[in-house]
């Protein structure tokens, strides 16, 4: 159990997620993949008084779990194993999205804001 919190960075934790976040944000925003991505996954996209505020609060949430697991990885010398749980996670989001109909062009967003994500998160466990 001590391995889950020796040596673990937690500001890099919480940077690591708060720019994950703000990268998502931008990331499915109209100004970047948004519009195409909303048309492939079959929703529209809302204004900033519609936002789903328990799917961000729980976006938060799993973002920081992801981050302190890069934080882990980090501590122990072992990145590779967040490149392989990155890669598995990719794949499963991609499974779940052909099931729920997503066109690939959504799919190829959703797995490389993941990508883009855990990306962040271990460059700022190199900074910090």
Do not use: C, H, R
């Not at 809302?46 to 799993?62: S, Y």
């Not at 997503?102 to 993941?114: E, L």
């Not at 962040?120 to 466990?125: C, E, L, R, S, T």
């Amino acid at each position: 159990m001590v391995e889950l919190t020796a040596s673990v960075s937690w500001l890099a934790v919480i940077v690591g997620a708060v720019l994950a976040f703000l990268l998502g944000w931008l990331w499915y925003s109209p100004k970047l993949f948004g519009t195409k991505w909303a048309e492939g996954s079959k929703v529209e996209l809302g204004n900033a008084t519609d936002m789903p505020m328990v799917a961000m609060a729980t976006q938060a949430l799993g973002l920081i779990g992801l981050a302190w697991v890069v934080a882990i990885t980090a501590a122990t010398n072992s990145l590779l194993t967040i490149i392989l749980i990155t890669i598995s996670f990719v794949l499963l989001q991609w499974s779940g999205n052909s099931f729920t109909q997503k066109n690939n062009y959504a799919k190829m967003v959703d797995g490389g804001y993941w990508i883009a994500a855990v990306v962040v998160m271990i460059a700022v466990q190199m900074v910090l």
